[in-house]
């Protein structure tokens, strides 16, 4: 039902209404955020740029065209970088040769190279001064009794364990075949082929599979989009290819055998099946989720296992295979924490005078 109001009521509501807005448009703390919201309005990039004269619109066209140009430039220095990167590649393995040989007891290093002067090594030869022949007579003793295992036992699992990146990936039944892992190495792509880096993780003999290396391939490009030039920020991984694990029977940790329950629908007989569905492990990132290459796009999940994938690769050829002693130790663990909180730390500095300006820029760039 539709309420009728007199004419004479309806000139009293006009009334008070025009009252209110009059009070209100009085208001300074009203007029200062209308004033506000009209100047953010006016001044933003796009609304000047759309009150320029044609002329100068053009001009501006014509300044986009140099920097898609840049943006090529740009790429092609990106290119001659990982040549570089291949060509120091190739001055650091001898190195990774030796620290392989160290670490699996193939070689046994000099007193030369195993000497280390540590920051507290003042304090120690201090306190190493003031012990007495007994403590250390008995010492010596309890040396001769410890076990010298060969050359260091589970380097590389304890850097899995180390690094949560990695161990969020690591179950329980992973663990004792990543103890077998001897190495991880990185190999870049020949001159002339398209950009990628291979890592190779080599494995002693062991009960779980008959591979001696485990590979896993990620495909870069260095060149702007076309649909987007001004986006290129540098060579990205695009996509990534795994290898065949050769499993041995019973062995294989990327799957699990469940039993099934059937019921015939016609004689109501109950039969019990076994299938294997897949598992939860580490070892699956040798089975990747590959990019659509045909134009369509993946679900909101699959691009998250495929980000979180890329970023795995990155960080085993950035930082885990080039300082992986400082891994097993957990300085470098130290040292990215540090860096993190030094991070937050300006952030809340400035949170109080440019919190309007964070937001801006976390609308403006949200790539990551």
Not at 202 to 210: I, L, R, S
Not at 287 to 293: D, I, V
């Amino acid at each position: 039902m539709v309420e009728r109001h007199p004419a004479g009521g309806l000139e009293v509501m006009g009334t008070r209404k025009e009252k209110l807005t009059d009070q209100v448009m009085q208001n300074p703390q009203v007029l200062a955020a209308l004033q506000e919201r009209l100047d953010n309005v006016s001044h933003t990039p796009s609304s000047y740029i759309e009150t320029l004269p044609k002329a100068v619109k053009r001009r501006i066209n014509a300044l986009k065209q140099l920097q898609v140009k840049c943006a090529h430039i740009e790429a092609k220095f990106y290119e001659e970088v990982h040549d570089l990167e291949r060509k120091y590649a190739a001055l650091y393995q001898p190195l990774f040769d030796k620290r392989r040989e160290f670490v699996t007891g193939d070689v046994e290093p000099t007193d030369a190279e195993s000497e280390w002067h540590s920051e507290n090594e003042e304090e120690d030869r201090l306190a190493g001064d003031m012990k007495t022949k007994a403590v250390i007579a008995e010492k010596e003793a309890a040396a001769a009794e410890e076990p010298s295992p060969k050359g260091i036992p589970e380097f590389w699992f304890t850097i899995f364990r180390n690094v949560d990146m990695l161990s969020e990936l690591v179950q329980e039944y992973d663990e004792p075949i990543l103890k077998h892992l001897q190495d991880i190495k990185v190999k870049f792509s020949d001159p002339g082929q398209p950009m990628s880096f291979v890592l190779e993780f080599h494995f002693e003999p062991n009960d779980y599979f008959t591979n001696s290396v485990l590979t896993k391939t990620y495909k870069m490009k260095s060149e702007p989009d076309k649909a987007d030039p001004f986006s290129f920020e540098g060579p990205e991984i695009v996509d990534c290819d795994g290898c065949t694990i050769d499993w041995k029977k019973g062995k294989n940790v990327t799957v699990k055998t469940i039993k099934k329950k059937q019921k015939h629908k016609g004689r109501g007989t109950v039969r019990t099946i076994t299938k294997q569905v897949p598992n939860d492990s580490f070892f699956n990132f040798f089975s990747p989720l590959r990019a659509s290459g045909d134009g369509e796009s993946l679900d909101e999940d699959s691009e998250f296992t495929l980000a979180s994938d890329f970023e795995i690769g990155h960080f085993f050829r950035e930082r885990i295979v080039p300082r992986a002693v400082l891994y097993f130790t957990g300085e470098a663990i130290e040292d990215d924490d540090n860096f993190e909180e030094g991070e937050e730390g300006e952030e809340e500095e400035l949170e109080g005078d440019e919190e309007a300006e964070d937001d801006d820029d976390a609308e403006i760039n949200p790539k990551v």
